[in-house]
């Protein structure tokens, strides 16, 4: 009985310590600056469609002291990464090109059921933890796609672990007016910069930054 409350206990306190850990880097998060000076690793998010349009346009305001440039894009994508290395060619020269194209699973397919997405978003989550781990990048942007979910929560866990601060940046869709996505919903809380282009949302959530149209 005895060796029992004192697992429970020691389970609390480990609950207790991933929480305040948790607490700390999400309220810290916005004070850290990547790279001071030097190169900033990135993991860029793209989803296919619209969203890996709308990450590219985000990427060229990028300067190449954003580098190495790591997208992951899901493994039912068929169109990002030939819209990412035409990217790529195009903006930066052969020097400069220092990037890579990972997959992973995707977390939702469009109309699967929610039941089945958190089936599908642990898996994802399964190849999201090692592939951060090893990347260890200074930050992520996304914008949007599912795929996304489980690779922030991947950078979170190193900062919570004390491993790597990853900062976390979120750009709501051009397309949401009134209401946020569902991944901006989920992210909302855990991201260190939550952009959106809309008034509207602003003044729902007032931890967002509203600076107009971005892309």
Known sequence: MAFLVGAVLALLLLCLSFIIRLYYVVKTGSSYKPGTGGPVAVLVVAGSGGHTTEILRLMECLSAAYSPRHYVIADTDGMSE?????????K????ESQFTICRIPRSREVHQS?????????DALRYSLPLVFRLRPDMVLCNGP??????????????ILGMKKVLIVYVESICRVETLSLTGKILYPISDYFFVQWSTLRDKYPKSI??????
């Open 146 to 159: 599912g795929t996304c979910v489980p690779l922030c929560v991947a950078g979170l866990l190193l900062g």
């Open 210 to 215: 509203f600076l107009g149209r971005i892309v």
């Open 82 to 90: 030939e819209k990412i290395c035409t990217f790529e060619n195009s």
């Open 92 to 95: 930066h020269s052969d020097s």
């Open 114 to 122: 929610w039941n089945s997405s958190v089936l599908s978003t642990l």
